[in-house]
């Protein structure tokens, strides 16, 4: 499977913004897809996973302020992020593993997009 996330940019604090996960290759409806993300100077951190049935799981940076769905018939994953902070600076990544185990694991994933950075300015 080929995923490519996209809706990176520049915004200010505060603001939102709507990442896609675009797949293709096979069934988005088979994988359990999450999203990553790496900040300067920083590990690649767990930010959301959704699988088929629409089961969610957010990490802890992420609680409250961000929003993961998907749409199987477009095979699009998306990452819904309000209120932004500049902390939340960082390359955006999409995963996706074969399943429907939300893995927080980022060695659990066997695919993976090329990123999208999101800058978030004070």
Same mark, same amino acid.
Do not use: H
């Given at each position: 499977?080929?995923?490519?996330?996209?809706?990176?940019?520049?915004?200010?604090?505060?603001?939102?913004?709507?990442?896609?996960?675009?797949?293709?290759?096979?069934?988005?409806?088979?994988?359990?897809?999450?999203?990553?993300?790496?900040?300067?100077?920083?590990?690649?951190?767990?930010?959301?996973? !959704?699988? &088929? @049935?629409?089961?969610?799981? $957010?990490?802890?940076?992420? %609680? =409250?302020?961000?929003?993961?769905?998907?749409?199987?018939?477009?095979?699009?994953?998306?990452?819904?992020?309000?209120?932004?902070?500049?902390?939340?600076?960082?390359?955006?990544?999409?995963?996706?593993?074969?399943?429907? !185990?939300? &893995? @927080?694991?980022?060695?659990? $994933?066997?695919?993976?997009? %090329? =990123?999208?950075?999101?800058?978030?300015?004070?």
């Amino acid at each position: 499977v080929q995923l490519q996330a996209s809706g990176g940019g520049l915004v200010q604090a505060g603001d939102s913004l709507r990442l896609s996960c675009a797949t293709s290759g096979r069934t988005l409806s088979s994988y359990v897809i999450g999203w990553f993300r790496r900040s300067p100077g920083k590990e690649r951190e767990f930010v959301a996973a !959704i699988n &088929w @049935s629409g089961l969610l799981d $957010y990490g802890e940076s992420a %609680k =409250g302020r961000f929003t993961i769905s998907r749409d199987n018939a477009k095979n699009t994953v998306f990452l819904q992020m309000n209120s932004l902070k500049p902390e939340d600076t960082a390359v955006y990544y999409c995963a996706a593993d074969y399943g429907d !185990i939300l &893995w @927080s694991d980022m060695t659990k $994933y066997d695919y993976w997009g %090329k =990123g999208t950075l999101v800058t978030v300015s004070s």
